[in-house]
């Protein structure tokens, strides 16, 4: 036997740990796949949408504590115990992303860090304790990016083109920049196209732009030291850093690498 078939398609990032893959499908039904033998453990069902988006289901593994936390498309969030299989606490964010005319959920990729879970809504970027589920803070700062988490910091791309950093702790914004606004060189921001991906390297935080472009930035002040194109035709996937090199895959499907 190749393989299992479960009926409904399924639409969200899968995350593995301790011999289970844990994924969900697009009707928001959250699974627990044995990897040996591809039989369910279990499955917990959440709240359906009937309208998609192109936000989609999306896991985080709190392994230190036996919980995977699932966002669903209808903006509710679930802590369960992958062990017990027992739900630890759920939230509600539909009702703290803005009303559209299509009554969608709009987020990113869910990260968890020292025990904070980082959620972005569509208006806000919060943080809540992954274990209590009680919430630290909340930003009005509207990411568009998966916000990248360090020690101390949080880096985030907004939909007003604003770099912003964040402390992890309190939410209190340190810095941040209009990207549009710290190049003297208008015809090249113009050819940039629109920004996809946010990676912190080489101790810089750098975003990459679908036409090719790359910024780096110093992320303790988040002044400008780098702006080129490093790809003529452009990029078509997420950078990967491997070894002290960087891969990225263009417009052309061909591989780069860079050193």
């Known amino acids: 036997d190749l393989g299992k078939k479960y009926g ?21 039904v959250l699974y627990s796949i044995n990897t040996i033998n591809g039989e369910k453990n279990w499955q917990l069902s959440t709240s359906l949408t009937f309208l998609k988006s192109e936000f989609t289901n999306n896991l985080a593994l709190d392994e230190l504590n036996n919980n995977v936390v699932f966002l669903n498309t209808s903006g509710e969030l679930y802590s369960v115990n992958y062990v017990s299989q027992r739900i630890n606490w759920v939230i509600n964010f539909k009702n703290l992303s803005s009303t559209n ?19 972005s809504t569509d208006k806000s970027l919060l943080s809540y304790n992954v274990i209590t589920g009680s ?29 912003i950093c964040l402390d992890k702790e309190s939410g209190n914004i340190l810095w941040s920049k209009n990207i549009y606004y710290i190049e003297k ?65 263009d417009k052309k499907n061909r591989l780069l690498k860079f050193n």
Not at 101 to 119: C, G, T, W, Y
Not at 141 to 157: E, G, R, S, W
Not at 225 to 245: D, H, L, M, Q
């Open 101 to 119: 005319e299509a009554n969608l959920f709009l987020s990113q990729p869910i990260v968890i860090k020292d025990e904070n879970i980082f959620v």
């Open 135 to 163: 919430r630290n803070w909340n930003k009005s700062v509207a990411p568009i990016l998966k916000p990248v988490v360090t020690q101390n910091n949080i880096f985030t791309f907004t939909k007003n083109n604003l770099l």
């Open 185 to 249: 060189k208008p015809k090249k921001i113009k050819k940039m196209g629109k920004i996809f991906n946010l990676t912190i390297a080489n101790g810089k935080i750098n975003l990459f732009s679908n036409n090719g472009y790359l910024l780096s930035f110093n992320f303790r002040d988040g002044n400008l030291e780098y702006f080129e194109r490093i790809s003529k035709n452009g990029i078509s996937a997420e950078p990967i850093f491997s070894k002290k090199n960087m891969f990225l895959v």
């Open 8 to 28: 409904i398609p399924f639409r969200s990032n899968i995350k593995y740990f301790d011999g289970q893959i844990f994924l969900a499908n697009q009707d928001n």
